[in-house]
């Protein structure tokens, strides 16, 4: 019987296949917003999967972390970099068991992260903001309850899913710049496509 987790062995079949599931272009939310960060700025970019969003932001010259706890998906990020002719730092770690560094990042990206249940969600959250730097910015988007009736991505637990209440009180500590819920016509690969409930979050660590 194989050691490795059933979720994990989900994400390898799924990443195994030869299309990128999510596709190779960047996530449009996050497309629209980088301008607010700088070339050279250290981003960690949490569960990149294939890489999209990591290899965009090492393409506006940024220091990138991809992290996810799938090796065929890190494999694939690092054959998107090596083609867009950029550098992309991977890291294989599953964010239940990683040792978060504190204060070391200008950004935080979490496109899609709803793997996590809600016992782990508040751990997942703090430790998002702890990684930033003072001033840093946390992006973040996901589905909200109303996508489990479009049924165009996105896990089927209702309780994995996000609603503006259940955000500002998690980043409540935070300055949020904008928090935005919306409906959205996805088209990222097979994995997300088509009519969607979704919600945006730029939070800013405090100064002091």
Request: net charge negative; aromatic share 10%; with cysteine.
């Amino acid at each position: 019987m194989s050691d490795i987790p059933p979720d994990l062995q989900r994400w390898n079949t799924r990443f195994s296949a030869e299309d990128y599931v999510f596709g190779t272009a960047p996530n449009a939310f996050l497309a629209r917003e980088a301008w607010r960060l700088q070339p050279g700025a250290k981003v960690l970019a949490l569960a990149d999967g294939e890489g999209r969003n990591g290899v965009f932001l090492a393409e506006r010259g940024m220091d990138v972390l991809s992290l996810d706890f799938s090796p065929p998906a890190q494999e694939k990020a690092r054959k998107l970099a090596a083609s867009r002719g950029v550098t992309l730092r991977t890291e294989t770690a599953d964010l239940r068991h990683w040792v978060w560094p504190r204060c070391a990042f200008d950004a935080v990206v979490a496109i899609f992260i709803q793997f996590a249940p809600p016992d782990f969600r508040p751990r997942l959250f703090a430790a998002m903001m702890a990684a930033l730097k003072p001033g840093g910015l946390l992006f973040l988007e996901g589905y909200r309850t109303e996508q489990l009736a479009y049924g165009t991505g996105g896990p089927s637990q209702i309780d994995h899913l996000y609603t503006e209440a259940l955000l500002r009180e998690a980043f409540a500590g935070a300055e949020i710049i904008l928090l935005d819920a919306h409906d959205a016509l996805l088209a990222e690969g097979s994995g997300h496509r088509g009519h969607s409930a979704v919600i945006d979050l730029i939070a800013r660590r405090p100064s002091a």
